[in-house]
Structures are given as C-alpha cells and as structure tokens.
C-alpha cells in the first residue's frame, strides 16, 4: 500500500480532506456515484483516536453497501446500567459491531486501495476557488470535502465555525482492558456527572470510553462505576487517549464548492453513539449531490440525514444537565421499555 506523491496528480472531480473513516468512505460513495476523487492525509497508516468503537446497525449495512466488513465483535443491543438498576433494547434491524478505530480505518483504506483511488500524502490548506472549481495544496478539482475531523481546519480556513456556549463542552476519554467481552450489548454506565460507555471490540478485547464534562483523569472518573472497576480491576489497560471538547457547530456545510461532511460539518456530542452512522449516510448523500453537480443541495440533505440524532441527542445532553432529570434516566427506561427501546430503534437506522 503505497501513496501517491502530490506532484503526480493533477485533476480530480473531488478532493477530500481527511483520510479518516469517513473521509475513507466518502471517497467511496464519490467513487460510486461516477466521479473521480484523490484523498489527501497527512498522516500515515491507521490513525486512533478516542472514541466509542460501536456501530450501530445502520452503519453496519452502509459498509456493507460500500464493500467494507472490519473485523470486530457483533454487539446486539444497549444496556443502560445506573447501580442495580438496568434498562436493555435489542436492535430490531440487524446487529451492530463494536470495531477498532484503527481496524475500521484499515478495511476502509483497503477497499479504497482496491478502486485504485489515490491517497497522497499531504494537508488541505491555500484553499481559493473560482465558479469552476477548487485548488489546494497545489491540486485542482471541480469540489473540495472537508472530512478532517472535530476540530477541521477547512471549517476554521472558510470562516464556517460557530462558537459555542463554554459550558456546554464535554470531553471523551477511552481506555482498552484486555478480556474476554461479558457482554454482547453495548452498555451505558450513567453516573452522577459521566457516563462509561462499555463495547466489545474482539475476542480479548473491551473499550471503555468516558464522557464527562470535567477534565479529570481517566482512573479518577472511573472510580465512578464501582461495578465497572470491579469487572476490569485485573485486566490489563492500554494508555488513555482523549478527545474534545466534543460540541462543535458549523455555520452551515457548504462554501461554494467547498462541503463538509462528518464531525467537520458539526458534532452534538457521543452520547448516542451516533455519529459513525450519520457521517457514513451524509457522504452517500453528498457524493449524490456532486454526481448531479447540485453542491446547493447538500445543506438540506445535511439537515436530514443528521436530523434525528441532533434532535435526540440535543435534547437528552439538555435533559441529564439537571441532576433530578439524570437521575431518573434508567429508572424511567427501565419501568417504560417501550420507550427506551423505541428510541433506540430511532437511532440505530
């Protein structure tokens, strides 16, 4: 698997920013649509970073579609977990995985490799554009896509980044315990101010992500899940890698011919586990806006695509903010099923 050195590309109808996995696999669903696309990274080989490794079932089917099968661990559910209290819903629509950051990128990378589409080495910066098209980093062509991550650099460059309220920032920390999976459901530890979110990601393998509003050490969050630091108290742990703040907002997804797709075009926050799956469905959605050369379209297609995981996750971040309400999360789920379970269908495509 080798790059292909900037100077021996030209032209291509899309450019992407990002050689991520949804940078990956946009590239493909432009690929798909007919156009010729270059991806640009400037990093080499997979790259980890924190995040929750789980793949709802929707994202599992739009990999499937593309061609794309990573190794992993089925996961058939969520499990909300507060004390002894417990809520579950099984997916009704086939099973998710729970999936190595670096191994998704690695099958990702693997069937852009077998389209032949190039990789150079690079990073996306200098971006002017006329009604014709785009050029960066000494390439050309007709659209530029932004799939560079939480904190975009293309967002920054076109002015497309809206602040956000301070207090609002929450911040990811994951950790891997070597051990054999107890589970095959996704489990949501709720704790008084962090949730600790559990995914079987291979045979000897669980991911343990926190989501928090404070920045405190990984093992002093943790303390906060006594049945979960008991579960992996002889289990040997990776180091902790971490991400955030994770609320990023974007004043709007398309510049002309430059468009944004994945955390780059705005993120609400992990709660969901959520944004695998939305990022996969916007990049088919965009390469089909670029396949009919209608850029405009994208925004509203944004908008529906994300529309439900904004809308649920926005409004379950604004509910566990007040203490009384986070607390009666799992009991409510847990006496209403239905409801639990029905929104979780919502979610998981």
């Not at 990956?24 to 080989?45: M, S």
């Not at 079932?57 to 002894?84: C, F, K, M, S, T």
């Not at 509003?213 to 969050?221: A, L, V």
Request: aromatic share 4%.
């Amino acid at each position: 698997m080798s790059d292909v050195p900037v100077s021996d590309v030209l032209v291509s109808d899309v450019l992407v920013a990002g050689g991520g996995p949804i940078g990956l696999a946009t590239a493909l669903h432009v690929h798909a649509a007919g156009l010729t696309v270059t991806v640009v990274e400037p990093r080499q080989g997979p790259m980890d970073k924190a995040c929750g490794e789980g793949l709802m079932p929707g994202a599992v089917r739009v990999l499937a579609e593309l061609g794309v099968n990573p190794l992993g661990q089925d996961v058939h559910g969520i499990r909300y977990r507060d004390g002894d209290r417990t809520a579950e819903a099984p997916f009704r629509n086939g099973f998710g995985r729970g999936v190595r950051r670096t191994e998704l990128q690695r099958a990702l990378r693997a069937t852009v490799d077998e389209h032949a589409i190039p990789v150079v080495c690079g990073t996306v910066t200098d971006i002017v554009q006329d009604r014709h098209g785009v050029r960066a980093c000494g390439l050309s062509a007709r659209y530029l896509v932004a799939a560079d991550g939480l904190h975009s650099g293309v967002r920054r460059s076109m002015n497309l980044v809206r602040n956000t309220d301070p207090s609002a920032r929450r911040w990811g920390q994951r950790r891997h315990f070597e051990m054999a999976p107890w589970t095959n459901y996704i489990e949501v530890h709720w704790g008084a101010a962090s949730e600790a979110y559990v995914t079987p990601v291979g045979d000897g393998l669980v991911g343990v992500a926190i989501l928090s509003s404070h920045r405190t050490p990984f093992d002093e969050q943790l303390r906060d899940f006594p049945d979960l630091v008991e579960r992996i108290s002889d289990a040997t742990g990776s180091r902790v890698m971490g991400a955030g703040p994770l609320r990023q907002t974007a004043s709007r997804r398309v510049a002309g011919r430059v468009l944004l797709v994945g955390d780059a075009a705005g993120y609400v926050d992990a709660l969901t586990g959520d944004g695998i799956a939305v990022g996969l469905d916007s990049g088919r959605r965009l390469a089909q806006c670029l396949a009919e050369d209608r850029p405009d379209r994208y925004e509203s297609e944004w908008r529906r695509s994300s529309r439900r995981y904004r809308a649920i996750t926005g409004s379950l971040l604004r509910a566990t903010a007040i203490p009384r309400v986070r607390g009666a999360i799992v009991p409510l789920a847990e006496r209403v099923p239905a409801l639990f379970q029905g929104v979780v269908r919502q979610l998981s495509g």
